[in-house]
């Protein structure tokens, strides 16, 4: 097309990180391959959502982000006669707390709105799995990831571990406290930069608490030495994007975490790339690869490379705009 292809991204959270990192930080590089998207936030309740999907005619695609909407809407959804995208990045049919079991009315609401869209974008290969039975069309795009500038050098002592997140996933550090408290006793020059939502203590390991901004944020990525991602073995889990590794490698630090889900895949610990992180299973695991990182410094800065080529060449926000457009563009032509 040669005028701009309207896109309308349609969202129920425009606060929440998925938005930003799924649909806000493209907007800009979709605009430079003739793609221009604007947002439009879902409204809450059945008679404002059916109003609301009415006045999506005008767009050329509808690029929809995760909500599962109503099946009494669905027909309604269709009826605007526009193709649909539909961008996931979680396993929809689970229920985030807990996570073990299908919802049976997730499942439902899922594979109703799917088979009303041209394509889906998933943020891995096993959640795309989850789609493929509902529709033809469907495309891995990961996580992009801004790439910092060359990280500076880091400093040699103390070594510091890093956790940094959200008040739902700070509870994941439990699994690993015994793993922790271990290295405090035998590394006690070790420190644990525990940027969160609040404080915690882990026996001997000596723990220096940030609240969680991101100022500090950046800063910890930029300091610290060695990234932790434990995570609890769910469905849910399995098919989480791990957005918190991706940002350790592309500030060149390698990592160790749970041996769960896309955590495995993103390891590279088969791959001719090379190793960028590390997945343990239980304490033992745990405590035996953080105290082989935390003693060799070479293996540290050789894994941080491979992270971060490895973001350069997968996760570039260049790349996955390049095609997001073309797949746009190929629902209208």
Not at 54 to 59: H, R, T, V, Y
Not at 162 to 188: K, M, N
Request: charge should be positive.
């Amino acid at each position: 097309m040669k005028s701009p292809l309207r896109v309308i991204a349609v969202t129920r959270k425009p606060d929440s990180a998925s938005f930003e990192h799924r649909v806000q930080d493209y907007i800009q590089p979709l605009s430079q391959r003739g793609v221009q998207m604007s947002v439009r936030p879902l409204p809450a309740g059945f008679f404002a959502q059916r109003n609301f999907l009415k006045s999506l005619s005008d767009a050329h695609v509808i690029f929809w982000h995760r909500h599962l909407l109503h099946p009494m809407l669905h027909g309604t959804l269709r009826g605007i006669g526009r193709p649909i995208v539909f961008d996931f990045d979680d396993p929809l049919v689970y229920s985030s707390s807990g996570g073990y079991r299908p919802s049976a009315t997730r499942r439902r609401r899922f594979a109703g709105l799917l088979k009303q869209c041209a394509a889906a974008t998933a943020g891995s290969d096993s959640l795309a799995e989850f789609a493929r039975p509902h529709v033809e069309n469907i495309q891995v795009v990961p996580m992009a990831v801004p790439m910092p500038q060359q990280p500076e050098p880091r400093r040699a002592e103390p070594i510091e571990l890093l956790w940094l997140g959200g008040a739902t996933t700070q509870p994941y550090l439990q699994a690993i406290a015994e793993a922790l408290g271990q290295v405090g006793q035998v590394r006690p020059q070790v420190v644990l930069r525990l940027v969160a939502h609040r404080p915690m203590n882990f026996g001997a390991l000596t723990v220096d608490y940030r609240k969680w901004s991101p100022q500090q944020q950046e800063q910890a990525l930029q300091e610290c030495h060695i990234g932790l991602c434990p995570m609890p073995d769910t469905p849910w889990t399995r098919g989480k994007c791990p957005y918190k590794v991706l940002q350790y490698m592309a500030y060149g630090m390698p990592w160790v975490g749970s041996a769960v889900g896309e955590n495995v895949n993103t390891a590279g610990a088969s791959d001719a790339a090379g190793v960028r992180g590390i997945c343990a299973q239980n304490s033992e695991q745990w405590t035996a690869a953080l105290i082989d990182l935390i003693d060799d410094a070479d293996r540290r800065q050789q894994m941080g490379q491979h992270g971060r080529q490895y973001i350069q060449q997968t996760h570039s926000l260049d790349h996955l705009s390049d095609q997001l457009a073309k797949l746009f563009n190929s629902l209208v032509t």
